[in-house]
């Protein structure tokens, strides 16, 4: 299983059991807070602002969790195939 699977079904598997319970819940945001930090690092690394970063680390984050739902409800990849073509160009926004 390639990296990006791997994340892309813990990203799944955190979405779905944040629901269970506290602890649970607790665990998926942590995971989510070390996923924006792994995302933000590599951002002020290749020159952008802490501010700057953490906001498109946030937006990264959303837009893959909310691709994710979406290829699952609609039983298609299309949602994250346009966000993994959409997300280059809004780091040139920035």
Do not use: W
């Amino acid at each position: 299983m390639s990296e990006k699977v791997r994340l892309l079904v813990i990203h799944l598997a955190a979405s779905l059991a944040a629901a269970l319970s506290e602890p649970v819940l607790n665990a998926c945001s942590d995971l989510y807070t070390k996923i924006q930090g792994i995302y933000s690092n590599k951002l002020v690394a290749d020159g952008f602002s802490i501010e700057t970063a953490n906001s498109i680390a946030l937006m990264m984050t959303a837009s893959i969790e909310g691709g994710i739902m979406l290829c699952l409800t609609n039983k298609t990849s299309e949602p994250l195939k346009i966000i993994s073509q959409g997300l280059p160009n809004l780091l040139k926004e920035f």
